[in-house]
């Protein structure tokens, strides 16, 4: 299956500013997908990256505040602007590496605000 | 609407123990079915899928799983539980339904193995 890697691994931020989100994996896909997963809960999806297109984004999410590139098959970026304290969670990456494999998720990225 | 219960927030097995951790879930047509572990500080890593066939399904680390369609359930199951079982568990469902690609979480069990 699909080898993920995703930086930073965690970083502290201040309030009102932007953090980068890398995901890398070691086979071109299709589709790779961002989740948060806010203390305490499970995972929400994000947005559906897509390369070539627009990003996909579920409700309660828009493009303002998570934009995301996707500018090859291996790889995107997921980028939380204007950072509020309740923007803290981990956010992680996840592809489809098949049928037969699933979901792959990266190690994500623990974001606190402060 | 898609959704999946998991109605045990927290369970504390005692090591060697067998464990079960129950999974219910919602979905309007035939479920992809996924168990994962989190362990803290982790990603997610995947213990085991149902897309058809077989409805008892094998996965890694000795975790099994049996698809009930009549009860909506996904139960995941192992006979002697190892401390480093403890994590965090979830549950999740897609399909052609979700658009196949996204995926519907539980909201966890936490796994506490005690000696």
């Known amino acids: 299956s699909a080898v993920i890697s995703q930086k930073p691994s965690r970083d502290i931020c201040q309030r009102g500013t932007s953090l980068t989100i890398q995901c890398q994996v070691d086979?071109?896909?299709?589709?790779m997908f961002w989740y948060r997963q806010q203390p305490g809960q499970s995972l929400t999806l994000i947005a559906t990256?897509?390369?070539?297109?627009?990003?996909?984004?579920e409700s309660g999410f828009v493009i303002d505040k998570f934009p995301i590139s996707r500018p090859n098959l291996t790889f995107s970026t997921l980028t939380v602007s204007n950072m509020s304290p309740e923007d803290s969670s981990i956010y992680l990456c996840?592809?489809?590496?098949?049928?037969?494999?699933?979901?792959?998720f990266g190690s994500g990225t623990r974001l606190t605000v402060v | 609407a898609q959704s999946v219960t998991q109605p045990d927030i927290h369970i504390t097995v005692s090591e060697g123990a067998s464990l079960e951790l129950r999974c219910n879930y919602s979905y309007g047509a035939t479920p992809y079915l996924f168990w994962y572990v989190q362990s803290p500080g982790q990603g997610l890593q995947l213990l085991l899928k149902?897309?058809?066939?077989?409805?008892l399904v094998q996965g890694i680390k000795g975790f099994e799983a049996e698809f009930k369609r009549s009860q909506s359930s996904f139960n995941l199951r192992k006979p002697s539980v190892h401390w480093s079982d403890a994590a965090e568990y979830f549950c999740?469902?897609?399909?052609?339904?979700?658009?196949?690609?996204?995926?519907?979480f539980g909201t966890g069990t936490r796994l506490l193995v005690s000696p």
């Open positions: 999740a469902v897609g399909g052609e339904y979700t658009g196949f690609q996204k995926l519907v």
């Open positions: 086979s071109q896909v299709t589709m």
């Open positions: 990256a897509n390369q070539g297109s627009e990003a996909t984004y």
């Open positions: 996840s592809v489809e590496a098949g049928t037969a494999y699933g979901y792959t």
């Open positions: 149902y897309f058809s066939g077989d409805t």
